[in-house]
């Protein structure tokens, strides 16, 4: 089930909310209602989660007390790690091995539970922050399982700590601005995958699917910049819907973009998008290997570590394990003086050599294989085949809007609108950097653009079945 549907917007959101607010046992309402969210697409791999709850709740007593706490850590990690790496990654090693030594095994095709990447990230944070005195373990099955299976959070992040959400965790009360801040953030997530991601999509999917000799350069670079948009905007939705559905229910999750394309360089680009996964490597991974406060060759290495892990962590891929490594090379380069150079240069040059490396960067990203990036990197080359379908087939009016409001909405246009209108705009998706102010009233302009573009999603999404988010398949 996904939140961009109306069985879920008119179907188990109004249910689940009515149940939600009628009962006294808040936690178990929420832990009840995403068992059945996540039952509804995985079926039998609940049991899984239930298995991890347990298994981590244990763990994290255990390290709280003992004496090897270390020794218990890496137990714990390892245990929630080997997890991932078998429903995740089995296929692709036995794949590889298979390659590199000749061999012929059976086909293996072990199933990946929905969010597998980003609820093992979540128990690795609660522990180690056990481990490290920062959170105390938690006691209580239910909260803890409420904590993992949130089924706003569940599926596709972003990646909450417990310390940022523990003490809403144990009392929370209802708050109308924070019920209609989190109606603003659901319905904005809900426009961006809706109106813009889905609309690109018709782009990508076409430059992505024409064979290699006849890719174009027009379509090439048309396909690479819908690809840009469209994980942006699909990405960017789902985290502002769930946002919005965790303030419905009294919680605060942490933002998780920020205008990344408005970014100067690699290193602040990661600052923006997908924050939590950014804070997560950076905190368990980075510092924890030194950092920055080492020798530079150590730097280098912590980097292309992290990236190499990156990469690893999106798919079972290696056109997802070079994206990452590129991403790192560049952010080395920056490290090594690159960085002073886009400083001292005009906001342009920054801005152009973070889009040019970003888009060459998805262009890894979406491939199926290295011969289709090799294609179209040369085709965006100007190594490209002659055009022979007619733009006007494919490229369709309503995806050529949705690229250039994709283009406008990527960078802070709205908030900035309203500013200068003197309209005051609530904390949220538009205005990202301002969540933590009070909620202001609501003009009236901009409830009536949501509205609009409510009432224009739905309408998108009753007559367009293909609607998937592309984060669920990492």
Known sequence: MVFSSVTFIFYFLPVFLAFYFMVGQKNAAILTGSVIFYTWGEGEFIFLLAVLIGLNLFAAKLISTADKKLFLLMVAVGSNLSFLLFFKYTNFVVQNISLIFKLHFDSVSVPLPIGISF?????VSYLVDVYWGKIAPERSFIRLGTYILMFPHLIAGP??????????????????????LGVQYFIVGLCQKVLIANSVS??????????????????????????????????CGYSNMAIGLAFLMGFRFPINFNYPYMSRSIGE???????????????????????????????????????????????????????GLFHGVFLICERLGLKKVLNRAPPIVGHTYLLLVVVVGWVFFQSRDFAQAWAFLLA??????????????????????????????SFPVVPRLL???????VP??????????????????????????????IALMVGNSLNPFLYFRF
């Open 159 to 180: 990646i909450v700590r417990y310390s940022d959400i523990a003490g809403e965790l144990r009392s929370r009360s209802f708050e109308v601005e924070k019920f209609g």
């Open 202 to 235: 018709v782009a990508t999917d076409h430059a992505f699917s024409v064979p290699y000799e006849q890719l174009s350069t027009t379509t090439a670079w048309i396909g690479a910049l819908a690809y840009t948009i469209q994980i942006y905007f699909d990405f």
């Open 380 to 409: 965006m080359a100007g190594f490209g085949a002659t055009d022979v379908t007619p733009l006007r087939l494919w490229l369709t009016p309503e995806c050529v809007a949705a690229l250039l409001f994709g283009c406008l909405f």
């Open 428 to 457: 949220g998706p538009l205005d990202l950097s301002q969540q933590d102010r009070q909620p202001a009233l609501v003009h009236p302009l901009p409830v009536a653009l949501l509205l609009l573009g409510f009432i224009l999603s």
């Open 269 to 323: 680009f990661w600052r923006r998008w997908h924050m939590a996964l950014s804070y997560w490597f950076r905190d368990y991974v980075y510092i924890p290997l030194g950092g920055s406060h080492v020798k530079l060759w150590k730097t280098i290495r912590n980097i292309l570590v992290v990236f190499f892990l990156t990469g690893l962590w999106h798919g079972a891929a290696w056109t997802f394990i070079v994206w």
């Open 419 to 425: 500013n200068k209108l003197g309209i005051q705009s």
């Open 119 to 123: 609820f093992t990230f979540q128990l």
